[in-house]
T-cell receptor, first 112, second 114 residues
Framework: DAKTTQPPSMDCAEGRAANLPCNHS???????VYWYRQIHSQGPQYIIH???NNETNEMASLIITEDRKSSTLILPHATLRDTAVYYC?????????????FGRGTSLIVHP | GAVVSQHPSWVICKSGTSVKIECRSL??????MFWYRQFPKQSLMLMAT?????????EQGVEKDKFLINHASLTLSTLTVTSAHPEDSSFYIC??????????FGQGTRLTVV
């Protein structure tokens, strides 16, 4: 079973920030939060991951709450090409325990 | 990010035949590879995990004699769907990773069994 809960769908206006929440209340101390997205009929694309500090890269920012029970993926200026299903995954970083297991994800629709 | 290449992108085969799907890590050595299956409007379902040189570990409900996985090298894993039937029609996706790093995914293979 996936260890995360995400809203099934969200929408966002082009050019605005898209904030995608994820609850992972049973996360353990050594587990990371990973975000992937899947555009229709393609394989998932890695976006970002973090342990407890906030992270930022060229695609997005990841905000993890202090208790690590939830996180938010932020796409600062959403474009139409960001329309996709976004998956939040909790897993260990190394060894045999790292197995990306997907829940239902959030279907983000970016509209003009 | 790292590149994982899957081949073919799509394949149509007759019922009862076997189909092989290749997954290659192009710019890194993948000690672990994962195979997923995805039905329309559903999430990815993990089928099996394979480590280079070892037998694959299959998820519950996945027939290991039907879905043969070979991870013979650090850059190549293959999934063979044996005696395919229409219910095996699906989107198959591989993923590869090296220790301590995130997994990267192939572009997927659309299998249609007629």
């Amino acid at each position: 079973d996936a260890k995360t809960t995400q809203p099934p769908s969200m929408d966002c206006a082009e050019g605005r920030a898209a904030n995608l929440p994820c609850n992972h209340s049973t996360i353990s101390g050594n587990e990371y939060v990973y975000w992937y997205r899947q555009i229709h009929s393609q394989g998932p694309q890695y976006i970002i991951h973090g342990l407890k500090n906030n992270e930022t890269n060229e695609m997005a920012s990841l905000i993890i709450t202090e208790d690590r029970k939830s996180s938010t993926l932020i796409l600062p200026h959403a474009t139409l090409r960001d329309t996709a299903v976004y998956y939040c995954i909790v897993s260990y970083s190394s060894g045999g325990s790292y197995i990306p297991t997907f829940g239902r994800g959030t279907s983000l629709i970016v509209h003009p | 990010g790292a590149v994982v290449s899957q081949h073919p992108s799509w394949v149509i085969c007759k019922s009862g035949t076997s189909v092989k799907i290749e997954c290659r890590s192009l710019d890194f050595q993948a000690t672990t590879m994962f195979w997923y299956r995805q039905f329309p409007k559903q999430s990815l379902m993990l089928m099996a995990t394979s480590n280079e040189g070892s037998k694959a570990t299959y998820e519950q409900g996945v027939e290991k004699d039907k879905f043969l996985i070979n991870h013979a090298s650090l850059t190549l894993s293959t999934l063979t769907v044996t005696s395919a039937h229409p219910e095996d029609s699906s989107f198959y996706i591989c993923s590869a990773r090296q220790p301590g790093l995130e997994a990267f995914f192939g572009q997927g293979t659309r299998l249609t069994v007629v």
